[in-house]
T-cell receptor, first 111, second 115 residues
């Protein structure tokens, strides 16, 4: 069974700090990785996607993928209180187009 | 910016009743999905739909569930006889294709409460 694991948190960081969110997945036959942000009671909102090993940067966000270690992470630089949300890691495996989600990490950015 | 829309935003129903949740995917998208999220739990895949047929479904998507694209814009999820455990947030999503790198864009969700 394909699993996506995240630390539920909460991860608390001060405003302006770097927040580091981690995700591990169980199946090597994986193709694409997505980070979504979910505010309480709202729907998942895409932050970034990553498909190749290494880093991918988009503004304050950097996604890092290590397929050998089955590990994907999201760094948020200069964290803002508005970044406080639950961050969902989602994996799409080669067979099929469904997303398998982790349970999410709750991030709290304190002013 | 185009977005996925869903109606109703909230639905309360009695156990055993049928409900239909509606979605309007982004207009040039060809793949449609339903996910659900029970309160405090993970987002779970239910079904994907392409070219007027189901392309993939999860174990959750049993005979009580069905999907349909009744016209050129709407995509619906029907639950025939609701159970208490069907209470959840239901998200519709769409993507331009089903390829591995394609992003799925989520609608705002319908909160279903079964009493």
């Amino acid at each position: 069974q394909k699993e996506v694991e995240q630390n539920s948190g909460p991860l608390s960081v001060p405003e302006g700090a770097i927040a580091s969110l981690n995700c591990t997945y169980s199946d090597r036959v994986s193709q694409s990785f997505f980070w979504y942000r979910q505010y309480s009671g709202k729907s998942p909102e895409l932050i970034m996607s990553i498909y190749s090993n290494g880093d991918k940067e988009d503004g304050r966000f950097t996604a890092q993928l290590n397929k050998a270690s089955q590990y994907v992470s999201l760094l948020i630089r200069d964290s803002q209180p508005s970044d406080s949300a639950t961050y969902l890691c989602a994996v799409k495996y080669n067979a099929g187009n469904m997303l398998t989600f982790g349970g999410g990490t709750r991030l709290m950015v304190k002013p | 910016e185009p977005e996925v829309t869903q109606t109703p935003s909230h639905q309360v129903t009695q156990m055993g009743q049928e409900v239909i949740l509606r979605c309007v995917p982004i207009s040039n998208h060809l793949y449609f999905y339903w996910y659900r999220q029970i309160l405090g739990q993970k987002v779970e895949f239910l079904v994907s739909f392409y070219n007027n047929e189901i392309s993939e479904k999860s174990e959750i998507f049993d005979d009580q569930f069905s999907v349909e694209r009744p016209d050129g814009s709407n995509f619906t999820l029907k639950i025939r006889s609701t159970k208490l455990e069907d209470s959840a947030m239901y998200f519709c999503a769409s993507s331009t294709s089903g390829g591995g790198t394609e992003t799925q864009y989520f609608g705002p969700g319908t909160r279903l409460l079964v009493l």
